[in-house]
C-alpha cells in the first residue's frame, strides 16, 4: 500500500496537502482499494463553505455508498472535474490525479489533529 | 394439500433428519405470543368451485357490458393477443428481480427496450424501469427536484389529474413539503400568467403540468413560461396520463420538461379496476444520479459479448438505506414488459394510426354531443381524446340516467371540482364505434331534455 | 439458433411501414390539430407480428423464472403461482372493469377486496387493511404516514425516531426517510436476535415506530418479541411489522397477538402472486383498532342487503361501497384504488387453500428450510445453528479464507447448475451470506438435489477453486462487467445520427 511520508492523514482515510492556505484533499491508497472500483464521486459546489470533519459528498463504488468528510474546513475553491469523466483515476492515483477539492482559508492549525504517516500507517494496519 | 408436494412419509423423514418430532415443534413460539382466535377464512375450495364462485363475482361486474366513455386516467385501447401469449410465458411471469444478471439476460434486454421507448417517446435522455403508476411517478419525480435543488415548495397546476394531485399531497406530507396550485385559465389550460407570477419567487424546487392535461386539453408550457423556469431555477416536471398522446403531441422536451413523468396503461396493460398499471419517470442526463428505481444497463461479459445488467444501483434503498433515493423496490416490470411489447407490435405506423383515431373519434363524439340542446363544451382550447361536456344541470344526475340506459357518459367532475358540478368528462379512443356516439346522444337528447339554465 | 448467440435490439430489425392491422389508418394527424402542437418525428421501429414473437419468445428462452427451476432466493418466497389465479385475474369482468365504474355496476369487484381484506384482518390479527399501496416498500411507506398522522393529531409532533434492527430490509431505513423520521440502527445480539436491552435503552419519549421482520431476515423467530413490543407501547411508540416474511408465521401466528400496531403484506410472496421479474407487487398496510381511521383511501365498506337470502355466503348478503370519505386517512398512496387483479389472485390462493391450508404451507416452508440447513451444515458455516423459520442463512466467510471463493462465486455456480441462487450479501451482518429459502411448494427430491450441488460446488472450491471463480460457463452470458455498466451508463439505445 502506497503512503507518501509529507501528507497529512484523517481517520477517515483522507489525506491533505498543505500549500500556502490552501489544502488538497484527496483519499488515501487504502480507501480506495477497500471501496473497490469507483464508478461516482459526489463532490462539494465550488464556493462551498465546508467545516472539519463535515460531510461534503459521497463515494460510490458498484455495490458500497461512502460519505466523504474533509479533513479540514474552509471555502472550496476548486474540485477536480476530471473524476466525472474517468472516475477510475481515483484508484489508480490517489495522490495525483486523482485528488478530490481544494480548500481556502485553511490555518496550519487546524492539521494538528490530524494523522501523520507514521501514525495512519499504525491505524491501518489495525 | 393444495399446491404442496409432501407426502406423510417425505414429512416424517424430513423431520427425522432435522432432528425434530412434529412440524408443531418446529413452529414453537413463546405463550406470550400464541395465537388467539380462530381464523375467520372461508374453507378450502377445490379448484373447479374456486373457479366458480370467482367467475360469479366477475359476472356482476356489469359496467363491462355497457358502452363506455370513461376515461380520466385509465383508459380502453385495443390490446393484441400477441401480448398475452408472449408476456404470459412462465419465464417472464415467474422470475423475479433480474439480479442475477448471467440468467436474466431476456428480461433486462427488455427493460433496456423499454428504457429506450420512454425516451424515444419523450424526448428525454434516460428513463427508469419503472414506478408504480402515474400518480406516484409525479410524487417521485418531485421528489427528484427537491433533491436537486434543495427546495420545499412544488408548484402544481390545477389541471392535473386530481388523483396524481392527492397522492402528490401524501407523500409531500410525510417530507413536510408544501404544494401550491397554479389556477386554470377560462379555455381549460394552465394558466400561463399565473404560473410566470408564482415561479418569480424563485421558492419552487418544480412546476408539473400535464399534457394531454385532465380535461383532455393540450397543456404544457409557453416558452416564455419555460424561460421563466429556467430563471427561476425550478425544475418542470411534465406528467402524461394518456400515453398514446406521446405518438401524435410535441414531446415535453420540447416545451422545456427536464423530468416527465406518466402512465403507460394505455399501451397494452388491462384496466383491472385500477391496476396493475406502470408508471414511468424519464429525465434529462443531469438528473440520472437522482432517479428513483432500477435502471439497465448495456455492458459486456468476461467473454466480450454485449450484455445488459441492473446499474447504478448505489442510489437504491439495499444499498444506500435512509440516504437512498426513494424506497421503491418491486416496481411493475411485467406491465412495462407488456408496454414493451405493446409498443414493438404497433410500431411507428400503427402508433400513429391509433393516436389518430383517437383524435377522430373524440372529434366525432365532440360533435355529437355539443350539437344536443342542454350540452356543451365547457373549454375551447384543443384537445387530445377526452373533453368537459357541460350539461347545465348536476352531471351525477344526467350520469346516472344514461346508467339506466347501459351507458356510462363518462366521469362527473363534481368530486374533484365542485364549480364544474355541472360537467363530464367524456372519452372517445379506437374502440368507440359510431353506433356507440349515435347510442350516447340518443340518450343525452331524452336526459338533458330540457335545458336548465343556471 | 444457438440460445448464444445475442438477441438484436428491437430498434436494429424492422423496416417502417411493417405494419400490423390492427386498427384502420388513421388520417394525417394535421387533420385534428395544428402542426404547432403535433411532434414531428416517431423514430420508433415497425415490425411484423411474427418478427415480434420471435423476438420476445427469445428473450422469455434468455430468462429464468420458478416455472424452470428452484429459486431458493431468499426474503424473496418464490413458490409456485398456480395458474388458476391468472386465469381468474384475465376474466373480463375483472381484467376490462374501468376504475371509474359506478359501485353498483362493480359488486364482484368490490366484493374480491371486501373478502380479501377482512381474510388478511383475520389471518394476521389486525383490525383492518387497506389494499391501497402497491408493493411492500409502498405499504411500510403507507404505515410510517400513517403513524406520522396520528402522533401528529395527538400533538406528539417531538416522536420522530424510528428504531429498526440491523438485519433489516433497506426499504424499511428508507421508508423512514420518506417521512422525514430518523432512523436508530439497533444491533443483534449474539444469538441474531434484536439485542432487547440495548433497544429498551434507544426507546423514550421520541420514538415514534419501532419497525421489525419476524421472523428476521436471518431467518430467526424474535422470541423476545413481547418485551420489545412491551417497551415500545410504553415509551408511546408503535410496532411496524415487515410482513415481507409472512410465509413462515400465516396461519400459525399473527403479528396482531404479538403486539403489533402496523404492518404490511407481500402478497406477491405469501400469496403467490407472480414476481413478474419484479413487479407489479401488492402490498396491502393492515393496522390496530387505533389506527384504522388513518388507513389510505379508498376503502371497500359493507353494508347488509335489505332483501339478502340468509342461505348465502356471508359475503353474497352485503353491497359494496368505495369510501373516500375518510378526514383522518393519510389520503391515497397511489392513482386508482389497488393493483386490483392481483387481490384477485390472493382471494383465490385462500379460497385454494383455506384456513388450514394456509397454516400447513408455512409449516412445510420452515420444514424446507430447515431440511437443507441440516443437509448442508457440515460443509458450509451456518452461523445460527438452530431451528430456523422458511429461510436460513449460511457464510461462506471460512471457505473465503480457505480457498478464495466467496458467496458470489458459489452463486454463479449454482446458475450453471440450473438453480436460481440465493440471496447474497444480506442481511448485511453475516459476512459473505448466502440466504436461503425454498418455499414450502418444493419437492423433497428437489431440495435433495440442490443440496446434492451446494456440497458438489463447496467440493470443488476446496480442490479447484478457480473453475468456481470463473462460473457461470453454461449461461448465454459469463459474467458481467458491472464496474463498466456503471461507470459509462448506457441505459438506452440511441436511432443513427441522420448526418
Same mark, same amino acid.
Not at chain 1, 40 to 51: A, N, R
Not at chain 2, 126 to 150: C, F, R
Not at chain 3, 15 to 33: C, D, H, I, S
Not at chain 3, 281 to 297: E, N, W
Given at each position: 500500500?502506497?503512503?507518501?511520508?509529507?501528507?497529512?492523514?484523517?481517520?477517515?482515510?483522507?489525506?491533505?496537502?498543505?500549500?500556502?492556505?490552501?489544502?488538497?484533499?484527496?483519499?488515501?491508497?487504502?480507501?480506495?482499494?477497500?471501496?473497490?472500483?469507483?464508478?461516482?464521486?459526489?463532490?462539494?459546489?465550488?464556493?462551498?463553505?465546508?467545516?472539519?470533519?463535515?460531510?461534503?459528498?459521497?463515494?460510490?463504488?458498484?455495490?458500497?455508498?461512502?460519505? @466523504? /468528510?474533509?479533513?479540514? %474546513?474552509?471555502?472550496?475553491?476548486?474540485?477536480?472535474?476530471? &473524476? +466525472? *469523466?474517468?472516475?477510475?483515476?481515483?484508484?489508480?492515483?490517489?495522490?495525483?490525479?486523482?485528488? @478530490? /477539492?481544494?480548500?481556502? %482559508?485553511?490555518?496550519?492549525?487546524?492539521?494538528?489533529?490530524? &494523522? +501523520? *504517516?507514521?501514525?495512519?500507517?499504525?491505524?491501518?494496519?489495525? | 394439500?393444495?399446491?404442496?408436494?409432501?407426502?406423510?412419509?417425505?414429512?416424517?423423514?424430513?423431520?427425522?433428519?432435522?432432528?425434530?418430532?412434529?412440524?408443531?415443534?418446529?413452529?414453537?413460539?413463546?405463550?406470550?405470543?400464541?395465537?388467539?382466535?380462530?381464523?375467520?377464512?372461508?374453507?378450502?375450495?377445490?379448484?373447479?368451485?374456486?373457479?366458480?364462485?370467482?367467475?360469479?363475482?366477475?359476472?356482476?361486474?356489469?359496467?363491462?357490458?355497457?358502452?363506455?366513455?370513461?376515461?380520466?386516467?385509465?383508459?380502453?385501447?385495443?390490446?393484441?393477443?400477441?401480448?398475452?401469449?408472449?408476456?404470459?410465458?412462465?419465464?417472464?411471469?415467474?422470475?423475479?428481480?433480474?439480479?442475477?444478471?448471467?440468467?436474466?439476460?431476456?428480461?433486462?434486454?427488455?427493460?433496456?427496450?423499454?428504457?429506450?421507448?420512454?425516451?424515444?417517446?419523450?424526448?428525454?435522455?434516460?428513463?427508469?424501469?419503472?414506478?408504480?403508476?402515474?400518480?406516484?411517478?409525479?410524487?417521485?419525480?418531485?421528489?427528484?427536484?427537491?433533491?436537486?435543488?434543495?427546495?420545499?415548495?412544488?408548484?402544481?397546476?390545477?389541471?392535473?389529474?386530481?388523483?396524481?394531485?392527492?397522492?402528490?399531497?401524501?407523500?409531500?406530507?410525510?417530507?413536510?413539503?408544501?404544494?401550491?396550485?397554479?389556477?386554470?385559465?377560462?379555455?381549460?389550460?394552465?394558466?400561463?400568467?399565473?404560473?410566470?407570477?408564482?415561479?418569480?419567487?424563485?421558492?419552487?424546487?418544480?412546476?408539473?403540468?400535464?399534457?394531454?392535461?385532465?380535461?383532455?386539453?393540450?397543456?404544457?408550457?409557453?416558452?416564455?413560461?419555460?424561460?421563466?423556469?429556467?430563471?427561476?431555477?425550478?425544475?418542470?416536471?411534465?406528467?402524461?396520463?394518456?400515453?398514446?398522446?406521446?405518438?401524435?403531441?410535441?414531446?415535453?422536451?420540447?416545451?422545456?420538461?427536464?423530468?416527465?413523468?406518466?402512465?403507460?396503461?394505455?399501451?397494452?396493460?388491462?384496466?383491472?379496476?385500477?391496476?396493475?398499471?406502470?408508471?414511468?419517470?424519464?429525465?434529462?442526463?443531469?438528473?440520472?444520479?437522482?432517479?428513483?428505481?432500477?435502471?439497465?444497463?448495456?455492458?459486456?461479459?468476461?467473454?466480450?459479448?454485449?450484455?445488459?445488467?441492473?446499474?447504478?444501483?448505489?442510489?437504491?434503498?439495499?444499498?444506500?438505506?435512509?440516504?437512498?433515493?426513494?424506497?421503491?423496490?418491486?416496481?411493475?416490470?411485467?406491465?412495462?414488459?407488456?408496454?414493451?411489447?405493446?409498443?414493438?407490435?404497433?410500431?411507428?405506423?400503427?402508433?400513429?394510426?391509433?393516436?389518430?383515431?383517437?383524435?377522430?373519434?373524440?372529434?366525432?363524439?365532440?360533435?355529437?354531443?355539443?350539437?344536443?340542446?342542454?350540452?356543451?363544451?365547457?373549454?375551447?382550447?384543443?384537445?387530445?381524446?377526452?373533453?368537459?361536456?357541460?350539461?347545465?344541470?348536476?352531471?351525477?344526475?344526467?350520469?346516472?340516467?344514461?346508467?339506466?340506459?347501459?351507458?356510462?357518459?363518462?366521469?362527473?367532475?363534481?368530486?374533484?371540482?365542485?364549480?364544474?358540478?355541472?360537467?363530464?368528462?367524456?372519452?372517445?379512443?379506437?374502440?368507440?364505434?359510431?353506433?356507440?356516439?349515435?347510442?350516447?346522444?340518443?340518450?343525452?337528447?331524452?336526459?338533458?331534455?330540457?335545458?336548465?339554465?343556471? | 439458433?444457438?440460445?448464444?448467440?445475442?438477441?438484436?435490439?428491437?430498434?436494429?430489425?424492422?423496416?417502417?411501414?411493417?405494419?400490423?392491422?390492427?386498427?384502420?389508418?388513421?388520417?394525417?394527424?394535421?387533420?385534428?390539430?395544428?402542426?404547432?402542437?403535433?411532434?414531428?418525428?416517431?423514430?420508433?421501429?415497425?415490425?411484423?407480428?411474427?418478427?415480434?414473437?420471435?423476438?420476445?419468445?427469445?428473450?422469455?428462452?434468455?430468462?429464468?423464472?420458478?416455472?424452470?427451476?428452484?429459486?431458493?432466493?431468499?426474503?424473496?418466497?418464490?413458490?409456485?403461482?398456480?395458474?388458476?389465479?391468472?386465469?381468474?385475474?384475465?376474466?373480463?369482468?375483472?381484467?376490462?372493469?374501468?376504475?371509474?365504474?359506478?359501485?353498483?355496476?362493480?359488486?364482484?369487484?368490490?366484493?374480491?377486496?371486501?373478502?380479501?381484506?377482512?381474510?388478511?384482518?383475520?389471518?394476521?390479527?389486525?383490525?383492518?387493511?387497506?389494499?391501497?399501496?402497491?408493493?411492500?416498500?409502498?405499504?411500510?411507506?403507507?404505515?410510517?404516514?400513517?403513524?406520522?398522522?396520528?402522533?401528529?393529531?395527538?400533538?406528539?409532533?417531538?416522536?420522530?425516531?424510528?428504531?429498526?434492527?440491523?438485519?433489516?430490509?433497506?426499504?424499511?431505513?428508507?421508508?423512514?426517510?420518506?417521512?422525514?423520521?430518523?432512523?436508530?440502527?439497533?444491533?443483534?445480539?449474539?444469538?441474531?436476535?434484536?439485542?432487547?436491552?440495548?433497544?429498551?435503552?434507544?426507546?423514550?419519549?421520541?420514538?415514534?415506530?419501532?419497525?421489525?421482520?419476524?421472523?428476521?431476515?436471518?431467518?430467526?423467530?424474535?422470541?423476545?418479541?413481547?418485551?420489545?413490543?412491551?417497551?415500545?407501547?410504553?415509551?408511546?411508540?408503535?410496532?411496524?411489522?415487515?410482513?415481507?416474511?409472512?410465509?413462515?408465521?400465516?396461519?400459525?401466528?399473527?403479528?396482531?397477538?404479538?403486539?403489533?400496531?402496523?404492518?404490511?403484506?407481500?402478497?406477491?410472496?405469501?400469496?403467490?402472486?407472480?414476481?413478474?421479474?419484479?413487479?407489479?407487487?401488492?402490498?396491502?398496510?393492515?393496522?390496530?383498532?387505533?389506527?384504522?381511521?388513518?388507513?389510505?383511501?379508498?376503502?371497500?365498506?359493507?353494508?347488509?342487503?335489505?332483501?339478502?337470502?340468509?342461505?348465502?355466503?356471508?359475503?353474497?348478503?352485503?353491497?359494496?361501497?368505495?369510501?373516500?370519505?375518510?378526514?383522518?386517512?393519510?389520503?391515497?398512496?397511489?392513482?386508482?384504488?389497488?393493483?386490483?387483479?392481483?387481490?384477485?389472485?390472493?382471494?383465490?390462493?385462500?379460497?385454494?387453500?383455506?384456513?388450514?391450508?394456509?397454516?400447513?404451507?408455512?409449516?412445510?416452508?420452515?420444514?424446507?428450510?430447515?431440511?437443507?440447513?441440516?443437509?448442508?451444515?457440515?460443509?458450509?458455516?451456518?452461523?445460527?445453528?438452530?431451528?430456523?423459520?422458511?429461510?436460513?442463512?449460511?457464510?461462506?466467510?471460512?471457505?473465503?479464507?480457505?480457498?478464495?471463493?466467496?458467496?458470489?462465486?458459489?452463486?454463479?455456480?449454482?446458475?450453471?447448475?440450473?438453480?436460481?441462487?440465493?440471496?447474497?450479501?444480506?442481511?448485511?451482518?453475516?459476512?459473505?451470506?448466502?440466504?436461503?429459502?425454498?418455499?414450502?411448494?418444493?419437492?423433497?427430491?428437489?431440495?435433495?438435489?440442490?443440496?446434492?450441488?451446494?456440497?458438489?460446488?463447496?467440493?470443488?472450491?476446496?480442490?479447484?477453486?478457480?473453475?468456481?471463480?470463473?462460473?457461470?460457463?453454461?449461461?448465454?452470458?459469463?459474467?458481467?462487467?458491472?464496474?463498466?455498466?456503471?461507470?459509462?451508463?448506457?441505459?438506452?439505445?440511441?436511432?443513427?445520427?441522420?448526418?
Amino acid at each position: 500500500m502506497s503512503l507518501p511520508q509529507d501528507l497529512h492523514y484523517s481517520n477517515e482515510h483522507e489525506w491533505v496537502k498543505l500549500d500556502g492556505d490552501v489544502a488538497t484533499v484527496g483519499i488515501t491508497d487504502y480507501a480506495q482499494h477497500s471501496l473497490g472500483d469507483i464508478v461516482y464521486v459526489e463532490l462539494p459546489k465550488v464556493g462551498k463553505t465546508v467545516v472539519q470533519a463535515g460531510n461534503v459528498g459521497v463515494i460510490e463504488s458498484v455495490k458500497a455508498v461512502s460519505d @466523504l /468528510f474533509t479533513p479540514v %474546513g474552509g471555502e472550496i475553491v476548486e474540485i477536480n472535474g476530471a &473524476l +466525472d *469523466a474517468d472516475p477510475s483515476v481515483l484508484n489508480r492515483e490517489p495522490y495525483t490525479d486523482g485528488w @478530490l /477539492f481544494k480548500v481556502k %482559508g485553511v490555518d496550519a492549525a487546524q492539521l494538528s489533529s490530524l &494523522l +501523520d *504517516a507514521a501514525a495512519y500507517e499504525k491505524l491501518t494496519a489495525e | 394439500m393444495t399446491y404442496i408436494p409432501h407426502t406423510e412419509r417425505d414429512i416424517a423423514q424430513m423431520l427425522e433428519k432435522i432432528g425434530v418430532g412434529s412440524l408443531d415443534d418446529l413452529m414453537q413460539v413463546p405463550d406470550a405470543v400464541k395465537i388467539r382466535a380462530e381464523l375467520d377464512i372461508v374453507p378450502a375450495l377445490p379448484e373447479y368451485q374456486l373457479a366458480r364462485r370467482l367467475s360469479r363475482m366477475a359476472a356482476k361486474n356489469t359496467a363491462v357490458d355497457a358502452i363506455s366513455f370513461l376515461g380520466a386516467g385509465a383508459y380502453r385501447h385495443y390490446v393484441p393477443p400477441a401480448i398475452g401469449a408472449l408476456a404470459m410465458r412462465g419465464e417472464f411471469l415467474t422470475a423475479y428481480t433480474p439480479y442475477q444478471a448471467e440468467v436474466s439476460q431476456g428480461y433486462l434486454q427488455a427493460i433496456y427496450e423499454w428504457q429506450t421507448y420512454i425516451c424515444l417517446l419523450t424526448g428525454m435522455d434516460i428513463a427508469n424501469a419503472s414506478v408504480y403508476d402515474g400518480a406516484t411517478a409525479l410524487a417521485e419525480g418531485a421528489i427528484m427536484a427537491i433533491n436537486a435543488n434543495g427546495r420545499k415548495k412544488i408548484l402544481v397546476s390545477r389541471a392535473v389529474d386530481p388523483n396524481y394531485r392527492a397522492v402528490l399531497k401524501t407523500y409531500c406530507d410525510g417530507l413536510d413539503i408544501t404544494i401550491d396550485e397554479v389556477p386554470l385559465a377560462a379555455d381549460g389550460s394552465t394558466d400561463q400568467a399565473k404560473l410566470r407570477d408564482a415561479l418569480a419567487g424563485k421558492e419552487y424546487a418544480a412546476i408539473a403540468i400535464q399534457s394531454p392535461n385532465f380535461f383532455g386539453v393540450v397543456d404544457g408550457l409557453e416558452p416564455g413560461s419555460a424561460e421563466a423556469a429556467r430563471a427561476s431555477g425550478t425544475v418542470p416536471i411534465a406528467v402524461v396520463s394518456e400515453a398514446i398522446s406521446l405518438a401524435a403531441l410535441a414531446t415535453p422536451a420540447s416545451w422545456g420538461a427536464q423530468i416527465v413523468v406518466g402512465e403507460a396503461q394505455s399501451f397494452g396493460v388491462a384496466q383491472a379496476y385500477g391496476g396493475p398499471y406502470v408508471g414511468f419517470i424519464a429525465s434529462t442526463t443531469e438528473h440520472m444520479r437522482r432517479i428513483p428505481g432500477r435502471l439497465v444497463g448495456k455492458s459486456v461479459d468476461n467473454r466480450d459479448q454485449i450484455a445488459y445488467v441492473l446499474t447504478l444501483q448505489a442510489r437504491e434503498q439495499h444499498i444506500r438505506r435512509e440516504r437512498a433515493t426513494s424506497n421503491i423496490c418491486t416496481n411493475q416490470a411485467h406491465c412495462a414488459l407488456i408496454a414493451t411489447i405493446y409498443l414493438a407490435l404497433l410500431g411507428k405506423t400503427g402508433l400513429r394510426d391509433v393516436a389518430g383515431l383517437n383524435l377522430e373519434r373524440s372529434r366525432e363524439l365532440a360533435t355529437a354531443v355539443s350539437s344536443i340542446p342542454g350540452c356543451d363544451l365547457r373549454f375551447e382550447a384543443p384537445v387530445f381524446n377526452e373533453f368537459v361536456v357541460n350539461v347545465h344541470q348536476p352531471a351525477e344526475t344526467v350520469l346516472a340516467k344514461l346508467r339506466e340506459r347501459n351507458i356510462l357518459g363518462g366521469v362527473a367532475l363534481g368530486r374533484f371540482y365542485p364549480e364544474f358540478a355541472d360537467s363530464i368528462l367524456m372519452t372517445a379512443t379506437e374502440l368507440t364505434t359510431t353506433s356507440d356516439i349515435t347510442a350516447l346522444a340518443a340518450a343525452l337528447k331524452e336526459v338533458v331534455n330540457v335545458p336548465a339554465r343556471v | 439458433m444457438s440460445l448464444h448467440a445475442s438477441e438484436a435490439l428491437i430498434f436494429e430489425i424492422g423496416e417502417e411501414g411493417r405494419a400490423n392491422a390492427y386498427v384502420e389508418t388513421a388520417k394525417p394527424l394535421g387533420t385534428f390539430l395544428p402542426k404547432a402542437l403535433l411532434r414531428d418525428d416517431l423514430p420508433l421501429p415497425d415490425n411484423t407480428e411474427l418478427d415480434v414473437v420471435r423476438h420476445f419468445t427469445r428473450l422469455s428462452q434468455r430468462t429464468f423464472g420458478i416455472d424452470l427451476g428452484f429459486y431458493p432466493l431468499g426474503s424473496c418466497t418464490m413458490k409456485y403461482n398456480p395458474r388458476v389465479n391468472d386465469q381468474m385475474a384475465n376474466l373480463p369482468g375483472f381484467r376490462d372493469l374501468h376504475p371509474y365504474a359506478p359501485d353498483e355496476l362493480a359488486q364482484g369487484a368490490l366484493q374480491v377486496m371486501y373478502e380479501l381484506e377482512r381474510s388478511l384482518a383475520s389471518l394476521f390479527g389486525m383490525a383492518a387493511f387497506s389494499l391501497n399501496p402497491s408493493a411492500g416498500a409502498h405499504a411500510e411507506l403507507a404505515a410510517l404516514l400513517i403513524a406520522k398522522k396520528y402522533f401528529k393529531d395527538n400533538g406528539q409532533v417531538v416522536r420522530d425516531k424510528v428504531i429498526v434492527p440491523d438485519t433489516a430490509h433497506g426499504t424499511n431505513p428508507a421508508s423512514a426517510a420518506m417521512c422525514g423520521f430518523k432512523v436508530i440502527s439497533i444491533p443483534s445480539d449474539a444469538r441474531g436476535r434484536v439485542d432487547v436491552e440495548l433497544l429498551k435503552k434507544a426507546v423514550g419519549p421520541d420514538t415514534a415506530v419501532c419497525m421489525m421482520t419476524n421472523p428476521n431476515t436471518l431467518g430467526l423467530f424474535e422470541d423476545h418479541v413481547h418485551e420489545i413490543t412491551a417497551a415500545v407501547h410504553a415509551a408511546g411508540g408503535l410496532m411496524y411489522y415487515d410482513g415481507a416474511n409472512g410465509n413462515a408465521i400465516m396461519g400459525n401466528v399473527r403479528p396482531g397477538d404479538m403486539g403489533f400496531d402496523l404492518m404490511h403484506l407481500n402478497t406477491h410472496k405469501t400469496f403467490t402472486i407472480p414476481h413478474g421479474g419484479g413487479g407489479a407487487g401488492h402490498g396491502p398496510v393492515g393496522v390496530a383498532a387505533h389506527l384504522v381511521d388513518y388507513l389510505p383511501t379508498p376503502v371497500v365498506r359493507a353494508v347488509p342487503k335489505p332483501d339478502a337470502d340468509p342461505k348465502l355466503a356471508p359475503s353474497d348478503q352485503l353491497t359494496f361501497s368505495l369510501d373516500f370519505d375518510r378526514p383522518k386517512s393519510i389520503g391515497p398512496m397511489r392513482s386508482f384504488w389497488s393493483n386490483f387483479a392481483h387481490a384477485v389472485r390472493a382471494l383465490a390462493y385462500i379460497y385454494a387453500n383455506g384456513a388450514e391450508g394456509l397454516k400447513k404451507v408455512s409449516q412445510l416452508a420452515v420444514l424446507n428450510a430447515n431440511y437443507i440447513r441440516v443437509g448442508i451444515r457440515d460443509v458450509i458455516e451456518t452461523p445460527y445453528d438452530e431451528i430456523c423459520r422458511h429461510e436460513f442463512v449460511a457464510s461462506a466467510q471460512e471457505l473465503k479464507k480457505a480457498t478464495g471463493v466467496r458467496a458470489l462465486d458459489i452463486a454463479k455456480a449454482l446458475l450453471d447448475k440450473g438453480y436460481m441462487a440465493p440471496t447474497i450479501y444480506f442481511p448485511l451482518i453475516v459476512p459473505e451470506c448466502l440466504m436461503i429459502e425454498p418455499t414450502e411448494t418444493e419437492s423433497k427430491e428437489t431440495l435433495d438435489t440442490f443440496i446434492a450441488a451446494l456440497r458438489e460446488i463447496i467440493a470443488t472450491a476446496k480442490s479447484d477453486p478457480q473453475a468456481i471463480m470463473d462460473a457461470p460457463v453454461n449461461t448465454v452470458v459469463g459474467r458481467v462487467d458491472e464496474t463498466r455498466a456503471a461507470r459509462q451508463p448506457d441505459l438506452r439505445w440511441h436511432p443513427p445520427s441522420t448526418n
